[in-house]
Structure formats: structure tokens, C-alpha cells
């Protein structure tokens, strides 16, 4: 993209303004009018719901997505943002293992050549 991680950074903050009054959030996203009507006339409506609780402190910031009825289920996002085009080796300091597993895809979101909406998940 055009701008420098400096600019990036004042642009993010200035988006996210209203958000920034606190250094965390917390949501919740109530599922159950997406899910399919096969599971919602089994499941309880506690299993359906979502927690999000989120930390920005740019240029480190954290989501982690978790399900008050299944206690262990759970996913945390780590996001670093740097000025060197995605490139860095290892800034999240992976172990050796982790890195021979993880995979890595570079997405130009300045690019109208790909559509990235159109995507599905796990076969990107």
C-alpha cells in the first residue's frame, strides 16, 4: 500500500477512535439465526453464542474467540503489525516445530486482481 507504518498506524487509530476509549473490548455474537435449523433444535441456545474479547495496543494487538458453553473451545489471533512488507522471518517467535508447520500467504489488499471475498476458508 502507499503509506508508510506511521501513516497506517494514525489511520488505524483514527478509524477505531470511538473503540480506543478503552484498550479492550468485549463482544459477543449471538449465532443462533445463522446457524441451520437442524442445529438449533438441538443445541442449547448457550452453545450458540460466541465471546470476543480483544486488546489493541498497535503494534501488537490480540483476538481471542471463545465459547462460554464449551469452556475448551477457543482461538486466539496475534497480529504484529511492522513496516517491511509481510517479509520479517519469525516476529512472533515461533518455536522450530511451529515454524516447519506454519504457512504463510501474502495478500495485496490493494490489488483488485484477486478477490479475497470470495475466498473459502481452507482452500485459499
Avoid at 511492522?82 to 515454524?99: C, I, M, P
Wanted: proline share 4%; aromatic share 12%; with cysteine.
Amino acid at each position: 500500500m502507499p503509506l508508510s507504518l506511521e501513516e497506517y498506524q494514525v489511520a488505524q487509530m483514527y478509524m477505531v477512535m470511538k473503540m480506543q476509549q478503552q484498550s479492550t473490548t468485549n463482544s459477543f455474537y449471538h449465532l443462533q439465526s445463522k446457524a441451520p435449523s437442524w442445529l438449533t433444535t438441538f443445541a442449547p441456545a448457550d452453545a450458540l453464542v460466541m465471546q470476543e474479547e480483544a486488546w489493541n495496543a498497535c503494534p501488537k494487538c490480540r483476538s481471542v474467540l471463545q465459547s462460554p458453553y464449551f469452556s475448551k473451545l477457543f482461538m486466539s489471533i496475534d497480529t504484529i503489525h511492522k513496516a517491511d512488507n509481510g517479509y520479517s522471518e519469525n516476529v512472533h517467535g515461533l518455536s522450530e516445530d511451529q515454524l516447519a508447520v506454519r504457512q504463510v500467504e501474502v495478500i495485496d489488499i490493494a490489488s483488485s486482481a484477486t478477490d479475497y471475498w470470495s475466498y473459502i476458508v481452507g482452500q485459499c
